[in-house]
């Protein structure tokens, strides 16, 4: 086998017929030297057909090898190829026909996911962008869209498996052709092992019952008993009455969260209760109006958005957070809203909720509830946020003390409303009224700015008009 490199380059300068002689004359040291077998390297000028320039080529000649130096028809098997580009149709496999549809990019802090199901069945008809699969990462749960309009042909991978961006989950046939339709109980069936792998089996099964004197079987010796429990330890009930079902990823995540954030903050809570009967009435009076211009309704929360806006820029303290040696002042005020969904707590933030009025909070704050409880909500919807805001209230609670979530550094927690007495101008008169808590990290915020910001929460809830004349 001929050891040699072949470099390509362009001749330029004098015409093809002249440097192919001048080449030629270069690598024949006589006219009765026929091979040359000891030159260290020799260019070789080839005018291919096809090719308006000449193509210089230079051959690395061994010890043992020679290169012959007849006419240039001994050349004409050598085939000059332009380089190929190398492509690929995204989703597409080489048939054309079958394409393959991959897990989307999921976002930066994100690298894997859970397969949690499949939307589809093999053999169903799906279109361009339609959903076959969710995936469940530890924030969101994403969609798997088919990339073409075609049939279901195949799953590859199963549900419960851990996939990363780029991994094929199912394979979709344009025209549909050959690929019959499963149904959902079909598919979590398992094929047969094939009849040939069974034969063998058969037949070593059957052997024995040729034999004419069958052997002697020993008497099998009972299992041990297992220890019996003595009375010290304690009975279990029994177990026939237990689940055990795995956590889902975004379960882990908030409780890892919320774990972190014990381990991390030196928590404190404070508490206050408001006098909602301004707040109230105020949404009593001009509920009818607010909906027939914004379309919206208007609720209790824009009025606690609001408070907490004006708390913040009272008191910036509770709007930083510690990094490192440093503490960073934020000068936005992006809140976030604790919801609860059927597959855990999710907080969608509201930016910069310092330049919306009531109509714009309770329009941003209906659209994030109603991705979160679909499950839609994106991961660029819930990052960031320097101040959180959990309403217990609408599930009964009447008083908690709710986790930071880093990495902020307080939260304000809202709980149901309940009508008491109060002493009113020196009059027990019944009123509707609210405890709010507010948890914040001691390491940053001291008790005093702690105490005030809550205070500003009461007095401007309690007294809406505050926000108007800014007092």
């Given amino acids: 086998m001929m050891l040699g490199v072949l470099r390509r380059r362009v001749a330029a300068g004098s015409s093809s017929s002249s440097v192919l002689r001048q080449s ?28 308006g320039h000449l193509r210089n080529f230079s051959h690395l000649i061994s010890p043992g090898f020679s290169v012959s130096s007849g006419p240039m028809r001994d050349f004409a098997n ?40 499949f939307l589809k069945n093999p053999g169903d008809r799906v279109e361009v962008d339609e ?8 924030k969101v749960t994403i969609d798997v869209s088919s990339p073409e309009a075609g049939v279901i042909k195949e799953f590859v991978a199963k549900e419960g498996d851990t996939v990363e961006p780029g991994i094929k989950v199912a394979v979709i046939s344009k025209s549909g052709e050959g690929v019959a339709h499963v149904a959902p109980s079909e598919k979590i069936t398992e094929k047969p092992p094939p009849k040939k792998e069974s034969a063998p089996q058969d037949k070593q099964q059957e052997k024995p019952k ?44 908030v409780a890892t969260r919320l774990k972190d954030s014990q381990n991390t903050f030196a928590m404190l809570t404070t508490f206050n209760e408001v006098d909602m ?35 913040l820029q009272n ?18 005020v992006d809140i976030s809203i604790a919801v609860g969904t059927p597959k855990g707590l999710v907080v969608p933030v509201i930016r910069s909720a310092d330049k919306m009025n009531f109509a714009d909070i309770e ?22 946020g320097s101040f959180t805001i959990s309403n217990g209230g609408v599930y009964g609670s009447l008083l908690s003390t709710p986790i930071i979530n880093p990495p902020q550094s307080a939260i304000l927690g809202m709980h149901s409303i309940v009508t008491r007495p109060m002493v009113v101008g020196g009059n027990v008169v019944p009123r509707p009224m609210m405890y709010i808590a507010l948890t914040y990290d001691h390491r940053l915020i001291d008790g005093r700015e702690a105490v005030f910001f809550l205070r500003r929460i009461k007095d401007v809830v309690e007294d809406p008009r505050r926000l108007l004349l800014d007092i």
């Fill in 24 to 51: 030629l004359q270069s690598i024949r040291p006589a006219a009765s030297t026929p091979r040359v077998s000891s030159l260290p390297e020799n260019e070789i000028f080839i005018h291919t057909r096809g090719f």
């Fill in 78 to 117: 050598i085939e000059l190829m332009a380089p190929k580009q190398m492509w690929s149709r995204p989703f597409s496999s080489d048939t054309g026909d079958s394409v393959d549809v991959v897990v989307p990019f999921m976002g930066e802090s994100i690298t894997d996911g859970t397969l949690a199901k």
């Fill in 131 to 138: 959903p076959i699969a969710q995936i469940e990462t530890d």
């Fill in 210 to 253: 040729v034999e004419t004197a069958p052997a002697t079987e020993k008497p099998k010796t009972p299992p041990p008993q297992p220890p019996k429990p003595s009375a010290s330890e304690p009975q279990l009930p029994p177990k026939e009455r237990e689940r055990r079902v795995p956590m889902t990823r975004l379960r882990k995540r």
């Fill in 277 to 311: 009967t301004n707040l109230m009435k105020l949404r009593s009076e001009y509920k009818d109006a607010f909906v027939e211009k914004h379309g919206v309704k208007l609720g209790l929360m824009s009025g606690f958005v609001k408070a907490a806006v004006s708390g």
């Fill in 315 to 332: 008191q910036p303290i509770i709007n930083a957070v510690i990094d490192g040696d440093d503490i960073i002042y934020r000068d936005y």
């Fill in 363 to 384: 329009k941003e704050i209906n659209t994030l509830a109603k991705k979160a409880n679909d499950g839609t909500i994106s991961i660029d919807e819930m990052a960031g």
